[in-house]
């Protein structure tokens, strides 16, 4: 069974920083593509960033600069780099692993995942 636990949200205030963690148990993170998505309120899912098999790396235009994704396969741990924070990066954040991509690709659309996290919380206030 596979598994994706986020950590790392919180309460930080705007211009400041915050890393998020996701931990995926069972034998899909080599072979998977990870990514991460918020959701805010009243708002749709949207992709933030992802990292292929080979480590390739993309942004979303919003956090171009400001966040950095990276993956260690030997822990199987995805992480997102938050600086700069700003009020509107307010929304839970899901971390996702696709199954289903080329090595290099990052998928940047929700269907294209099919396992997910619970997400957690990220409140930056003004």
């Known amino acids: 069974q596979v598994q994706l636990v986020e950590f790392g949200g919180g309460l930080v205030e705007a211009g400041g920083s915050l890393s998020l963690s996701c931990v995926i148990s069972?034998?899909?993170?080599?072979?998977?593509?990870m990514g991460w998505f918020r959701q805010a309120p009243g708002k749709e899912r949207e992709f933030v960033a992802g990292v292929s098999r080979s480590e390739t790396a993309a942004y979303a235009d919003f956090v171009k600069g400001r966040f950095t994704i990276f993956r260690d396969n030997a822990k199987t741990t995805v992480y997102l780099r938050m600086n700069s924070l700003k009020p509107e990066d307010t929304a839970v954040y899901y971390c996702a692993a696709s199954t289903m991509t080329l090595y290099s690709r990052v998928p940047a659309r929700g269907d294209e995942y099919d396992y997910w996290g619970q997400g957690t919380q990220v409140t930056v206030s003004s």
């Open positions: 069972g034998r899909t993170f080599g072979s998977s593509a």
